[in-house]
């Protein structure tokens, strides 16, 4: 009953490149803003802000995904995990949105003004 080791030094230099391409991606589109993607609308938010939510919540899984070692994993397990997060996510996505856009209906079409 002998466990060889295994190296996981290439992985650990794959994830570090892709979630440093990611991060550098969403830094880039930070500092341009590009117009094509602030102007332009999607259910109610601009584009730029759909692609950080997005590459986000992808960063998010992937350092799950490689850190936490679910990829091993069963299944059922992954999902039971992963599920509730996406979904407590999504539901906080939808509140700050909601909420957000009831503040600023409330400041802009009152008599009380901006005081921060």
Not at 2 to 28: C, D, G, M, P, Q
Not at 40 to 57: A, C, K, P, Q, R
Not at 91 to 96: E, G, K, S, V
């Amino acid at each position: 009953m002998s466990h060889e080791h295994v190296s996981n030094t290439k992985r650990i230099w794959f994830v570090f490149a892709l979630l440093s391409v990611v991060t550098t991606v969403e830094v880039i589109l930070g500092i341009y803003k590009p117009g094509v993607l602030e102007f332009n609308h999607f259910v109610g938010l601009n584009l730029l802000n759909w692609i950080f939510y997005i590459l986000t919540i992808f960063k998010a899984y992937y350092i799950v995904w490689a850190f936490m070692h679910m990829e091993g994993e069963k299944s059922s397990l992954r999902w039971a995990v992963v599920s509730p997060v996406i979904f407590l996510v999504l539901y906080l996505l939808f509140i700050l949105l909601t909420e957000g856009h009831y503040i600023y209906g409330v400041f802009k079409d009152s008599t009380i003004k901006w005081n921060f």
